[in-house]
């Protein structure tokens, strides 16, 4: 759900449990996509991509949905572990120029309880 | 191993101080970005640079300076008139900005985390 001021939104579950992370993204012109991972004090982690050309794109255990009518982008990971825990973000490429600049929504915390 | 080397991992500015945070890359990438992450915010624009010698102004330059001199290297400025530069600072690479290439992938450092004192 959503969160204000300097909470992000949080999603707790059980080890094992699948996971439903969302994200809303702003520009309708924006073609590609990608999920990120952040663990505390550390850089984010390329998981996975999308192209807006597609509707759906698997990893290992996780797959990530497009949904361009309503500008609507989910992770799922399969079978939740607890080093699944930390942030994640998904970014948006928009194209100013030619150039493509990614820009990233605040994030979710993936809480995963053992 | 290719990557991005973010140094110092940790640094402390009094007042009034100009500081240096350093970036360098040994993927090849030529586009080089620089983000602020503060608590339960997203990662915000400060500037980039898609070749050596141009760089351009993100969402939040004011109070910020930088540099690409060389393709490895993009140098962060955080100078006095950053007014609240306490932050986790996070440098970022890509292969390019040509449309025409599949692969966009963004290679993140790990960081410095700047504190005011």
């Known amino acids: 759900g959503e969160s204000v001021g300097l909470h992000l939104p949080t999603l707790s579950v059980q080890e094992g449990d699948n996971s439903i992370i969302n994200c809303a993204y702003s520009?309708?012109?924006?073609?590609?996509f990608i999920w990120y991972k952040q663990e505390s004090g550390k850089g984010p982690q390329f998981i996975i991509d999308?192209?807006?050309?597609?509707d759906k794109r698997q990893g290992q255990r996780v797959t990530v949905l497009l949904n361009k009518t309503v500008k609507h982008l989910s992770l799922q990971i399969a079978a939740t572990q607890p080093g699944d825990s930390a942030v994640y973000f998904c970014a948006e490429n928009i194209a100013p120029g030619g150039s493509y600049i990614p820009t990233f929504g605040r994030g979710t915390s993936l809480i995963v309880h053992p | 191993d290719g990557g991005i080397t973010q140094s110092p991992k940790y640094l402390f500015r009094k007042e009034g101080q100009n500081v240096t945070l350093s970036c360098e890359q040994n993927?090849?990438?030529?586009?080089m970005y620089w983000y602020r992450q503060d608590p339960g915010q997203g990662l915000r624009l400060i500037y980039y640079?898609?070749?050596?010698?141009?760089?351009q102004k993100g969402d939040i330059a004011e109070g910020y300076s930088v540099s690409r001199e060389k393709k490895e290297s993009f140098p962060l400025t955080v100078t006095s008139a950053q007014k609240n530069p306490t932050a986790f600072y996070l440098c970022?690479?890509?292969?390019?900005?040509?449309?025409?290439?599949?692969?966009?992938?963004?290679?993140f450092g790990s960081g410095t985390r700047l504190t005011v004192v």
């Open positions: 640079s898609q070749i050596v010698n141009d760089f």
């Open positions: 970022a690479s890509s292969i390019d900005s040509v449309r025409a290439l599949a692969n966009y992938g963004y290679t």
């Open positions: 520009n309708s012109a924006s073609d590609y």
């Open positions: 999308i192209r807006s050309n597609m």
């Open positions: 993927l090849n990438h030529d586009a």
